[in-house]
């Protein structure tokens, strides 16, 4: 099957409605015979002859064809990138053939939310009257692999900076919102399927696709997992305080960003059962304040002193290191340590070198450990 993409290109919308979209292929038995029997074009009588040439003669390695127009897509791409590394199969390919070839394609469509432009699969489409359908998009597949698509991930994300959905394709593209390089906090919605090298807008592709084990992809089979780095912030008068999120936060109005910590807790909202069950048990932090010592911190309620309150839910953190190590790779112990001389300063290490320079050079006090976490915005588990 020869196979065109379209190209993740940064262009203008089209705004043109279009009156039916949907793809209507009866599946009934014996179906393939009616269509080598009627045909609708050339292409599709001999995509189906060949995939017929296929099943008859036991699984010879014959190879199918189906041509499908290439275009340029509207879809919006964050990379600088002029050439495109990922594309999507064109929308105009017949029925019958995505329908023989390759079922396990998904029609991804441009779709319009109360005026804003997003990408959405017809099953979030289908039933769903606050998305208005503007165009098709084009087909991308379930694992990546599948039909001859690459590893490139076509992965929806949000910003609750910028109240804002872009699109990433790329492994890079990832990395860098997880390790939050623009502080606008991307994380990923969803993951609406698995595309094409753009490098090759056709080629030809072997048929059974199933027969091919599934790439190697940062976001295929994983669990979403959010994430709150640890924010420090200032007041006018130098006291320091330790939070997940200062907005709207009664005790720190007068505080000011300061850092953000290179380890971050498992937001407050997450499936602990689903996360838990993944990665091991978990511990949930609270943001705590002591007026007494003007100290604003994270701990476990069990460790409340007299004197502290609590304020809300920080995050949680892993308990056992060799769990969440196997589940999410990347897994950094949390010390807490603070200075004897002004009890009101606080510091959170997260690595051993970090742990001495505090313990040993700067002789402060270690309060222990609050458990095990990652990095960043956001991580993919393995399940």
């Known amino acids: 099957m020869v196979v065109c993409m379209y190209m993740l290109k940064k262009q203008k919308w089209k705004w043109n409605r279009r009156s039916e979209v949907k793809c209507v292929l009866k599946r009934e038995k014996n179906q393939d015979k009616d269509l080598l029997r009627r045909g609708r ?10 995939i017929a040439k296929i099943s ?7 190879q199918s064809e189906s041509k499908m127009r290439s275009q340029s897509s509207n879809f919006t791409s964050p990379t600088n990138s002029t050439t495109p590394l990922y594309g999507l199969a064109t929308p105009d390919t017949d029925c019958e053939v995505i ?7 998904t029609r991804v469509f441009h779709v319009s939310v109360n005026g804003s432009p997003r990408l959405a699969v017809w099953k979030d489409v289908e039933n769903n009257d606050t998305l208005e359908i503007v165009d098709e998009a084009g087909y991308v597949a379930e694992w990546p692999g599948y039909c001859g698509t690459a590893d490139g991930a076509l992965v929806e ?9 872009r699109y990433v394709s790329t492994n890079e593209e990832i990395e860098r919102a997880r390790w939050n390089t623009d502080r606008m906090f991307w994380r990923p919605t969803k993951v609406l399927g698995y595309l094409f090298d753009a ?11 199933n027969a091919i084990r599934p790439f ?10 959010t994430l709150r780095p640890i924010i420090r912030v200032k007041s006018p008068s130098g006291y320091v305080a330790f939070t997940t999120s200062f907005r709207n936060n009664e005790y720190l109005v007068d505080y000011k960003f300061d850092k953000v910590f290179n380890v971050s807790l498992v937001d407050q909202t997450t499936n602990v059962t689903v996360i838990g069950d993944a990665c091991g ?5 609270y943001e705590v304040f002591d007026p007494t010592k003007m100290t604003y911190r994270l701990k476990t309620p069990a460790s409340l002193a007299p004197t502290e309150e609590m304020v809300k839910r920080a995050g949680y953190v892993f ?17 807490e340590f603070q200075n004897p001389k002004k009890p009101s300063e606080i510091h959170y290490a997260a690595s051993m070198e970090e742990a001495a320079e505090y313990s040993m050079t700067k002789k402060w006090t270690n309060l222990g450990q609050l458990g095990f976490s990652s990095w960043g915005s956001f991580a993919f588990a393995k399940r």
């Open 199 to 209: 490098k090759e807008p056709k080629r030809t592709v072997k048929y059974p696709f």
């Open 319 to 335: 308990r056992e290191e060799s769990s969440a190590r196997r589940c999410l790779e990347e897994i950094l112990p949390i010390y």
């Open 281 to 285: 048990q978990m511990t949930l932090l």
């Open 157 to 165: 994300m949000y910003s609750p900076i910028l109240a804002t959905i």
């Open 216 to 225: 190697e992809n940062p976001v295929f089979n994983k669990i979403s997992i």
């Open 99 to 105: 329908d023989t070839l390759c079922p396990q394609l």
């Open 41 to 50: 074009k050339e292409q599709v009588v001999r995509a189906c002859v060949l």
């Open 56 to 62: 008859d003669d036991n699984g010879r390695k014959e």
